[in-house]
Antibody, heavy 119, light 108 residues
Framework: QVTLKESGPVLVKPTETLTLTCTVS??????????VTWIRQPPGKALEWLAH???????SYSTSLKSRLIISRDTSKSQVVLNMTNVDPLDTATYYC???????????WGHGTLVTVSS | SYVVTQPPSVSEAPGETARLTCGGN??????VHWYQQKPGQAPVLVIY???DRPSGIPERFSGSNSGNTATLTISRVEAGDEADYYC???????????FGGGTRLTVL
């Protein structure tokens, strides 16, 4: 059974760094067909892809946000971590961790975690 | 980077056929994937690689992709189909996953 679970702070202050952790089960982070991605959704708005890390540890970042994002993984813990620097209230969103299949589509999603950026 | 465009809303009466579109420059040359999102829930994959259906998705859901438009078709629309629907492609030039802005399907 494939599961992905997001964890991290509920509230972050502007200019701080947001750190989110995704813990996966039911598949391996080193499986060649699978990778893990982060996607966010501001309240009432559309989905926005942020970053993902492939099975060979190659990373890919949203063109518009790549200067603020770092994605990493710990295969021994089955975890993928996303760091977003210098957060702003506009970064308030539900952040989803999800599994990418063949590098191109999302086949499993976590439940999401709502992060609010506010002083 | 690549842009995909969806109409903000579509409405259909129960039993009718809803057609949700996803536009992009030569999108027919890319694979399109569709997600359904109900309020307060994570999205669910309903169509992948233009027209394939994951297990558990009703046959009423189908997809096509040609030219500059991909289409998600929902036949015999039911109240339970009311949701936001997002199309998504992989932009190989920018190595970005790209989502459309979503279409809200309202069942009248």
């Amino acid at each position: 059974q494939v599961t992905l679970k997001e964890s991290g702070p509920v509230l972050v202050k502007p200019t701080e760094t947001l750190t989110l952790t995704c813990t996966v089960s039911g598949f391996s982070l080193t499986n060649a067909r699978m990778s893990v991605t982060w996607i966010r959704q501001p309240p009432g708005k559309a989905l926005e892809w942020l970053a993902h890390v492939f099975s060979n540890d190659e990373k890919s970042y949203s063109t518009s946000l790549k200067s603020r994002l770092i994605i990493s993984r710990d295969t021994s813990k089955s975890q993928v971590v996303l760091n977003m620097t210098n957060v702003d209230p506009l970064d308030t969103a539900t952040y989803y961790c999800a599994r990418i299949l063949n590098g191109v589509l999302v086949d499993f999603w976590g439940h999401g975690t709502l992060v609010t950026v506010s002083s | 980077s690549y842009v995909v465009t969806q109409p903000p809303s579509v409405s259909e009466a129960p039993g009718e056929t809803a057609r949700l579109t996803c536009g992009g420059n030569n999108i027919g040359g890319k694979s399109v994937h569709w997600y359904q999102q109900k309020p307060g829930q994570a999205p669910v994959l309903v169509i992948y690689y233009d027209s394939d259906r994951p297990s558990g998705i009703p046959e009423r859901f189908s997809g096509s992709n040609s030219g500059n438009t991909a289409t998600l078709t929902i036949s015999r629309v039911e109240a339970g189909d009311e949701a936001d629907y997002y199309c998504q492609v992989w932009d190989s030039s920018s190595h970005n996953l790209v989502f459309g802005g979503g279409t809200r399907l309202t069942v009248l």
